[in-house]
């Protein structure tokens, strides 16, 4: 039995409530996963990084 991997990236959507004034280059690091872990929803994406010696993302 033969099995075709194909490369993947998984990106995740974080929906979430900020403030009309926010900037996110002024946001810490540790401030934005916060905000994560609160998030409201999340999507996660898959996309195809590689097909028969192709980029395709």
């Given at each position: 039995?033969?099995?075709d991997l194909i490369n993947t990236?998984?990106?995740t959507e974080f929906i979430i409530d900020i403030h009309d004034d926010f900037v996110?280059?002024?946001?810490?690091?540790?401030?934005?996963?916060?905000m994560c872990k609160n998030a409201k929803e999340t999507i996660e994406h898959y996309f195809v990084?590689?097909?028969d010696d192709y980029d395709v993302l």
């Open positions: 039995m033969t099995y990236e998984k990106v996110f280059e002024d946001t810490s690091r540790g401030d934005l996963l916060e990084t590689a097909l």
